[in-house]
T-cell receptor
Framework: GQNIDQPTEMTATEGAIVQINCTYQ??????LFWYQQHAGEAPTFLSY????GLEEKGRFSSFLSRSKGYSYLLLKELQMKDSASYLC?????????????FGKGTTLSVSS | DAGVTQSPTHLIKTRGQHVTLRCSPI?????VSWYQQVLGQGPQFIFQ???????GRGNFPDRFSARQFPNYSSELNVNALLLGDSALYLC????????????FGPGTRLLVL
């Protein structure tokens, strides 16, 4: 079966650091993606990991451990505009093409 | 450069009707994927098309169908609409059908009454 778990909600304050975890169980694995989705809008691409380790991109970093079926998204120097849903998605190599399997998303609320 | 475009942005239909949603990928992208996102959930994969051929199909009933045109744009068709089909329908494009990032369009919000 396929299962992707991430916390439903998280809260943090401006300037802080937050880590959003994602665990996955899929029949195959060909990369993990993080997307940001503001309410009523389309998901926008944040990061991609296919090998173990940390990928850093500005204030955002993403980590992957394939042996543990685990990833996290790290957001530094939080800003109010970071309030959004963060979606973890796995590309399952058993799926034809590049279908992504998404978690339910983590709603992050940043307060001042 | 224009991103992925979708039309219409919003749509209201009644049960039993049929709907056609349209998507134009990013220029140069040859693959289009369709997803359904119900409120409070992550997107669910419906179809992927590459070079006008279906490359993948998610767990959706036969009421859902799609096609891709020679210019790589795509249509998603849903017949015999049910209340549960109310959702945001997202189109995503990627360069090919392999290991590339998918970029999403703004979506079509469908309400079935």
């Amino acid at each position: 079966g396929q299962n992707i778990d991430q916390p439903t909600e998280m809260t943090a304050t401006e300037g802080a650091i937050v880590q959003i975890n994602c665990t996955y169980q899929t029949s195959g694995f060909n990369g993990l993606f993080w997307y940001q989705q503001h309410a009523g809008e389309a998901p926008t691409f944040l990061s991609y990991n296919v090998l173990d380790g940390l990928e850093e991109k500005g204030r955002f970093s993403s980590f992957l451990s394939r042996s543990k079926g685990y990833s996290y998204l790290l957001l530094k120097e939080l800003q109010m505009k970071d309030s959004a849903s963060y979606l973890c998605a796995v590309r399952d190599e058993d799926q034809a093409g590049t279908a992504l399997i998404f978690g339910k998303g983590t709603t992050l609320s940043v307060s001042s | 450069d224009a991103g992925v475009t979708q039309s219409p942005t919003h749509l209201i239909k009644t049960r039993g009707q049929h709907v056609t949603l349209r998507c134009s990928p990013i220029s140069g992208h040859k693959s289009v994927s369709w997803y359904q996102q119900v409120l409070g959930q992550g997107p669910q994969f419906i179809f992927q098309y590459y070079e006008k051929e279906e490359r993948g199909r998610g767990n959706f009933p036969d009421r859902f169908s799609a096609r891709q045109f020679p210019n790589y744009s795509s249509e998603l068709n849903v017949n015999a609409l049910l209340l549960g089909d109310s959702a945001l329908y997202l189109c995503a494009s990627s360069l090919h059908s392999g290991s590339e990032t998918q970029y999403f369009g703004p979506g079509t919000r469908l309400l079935v009454l």
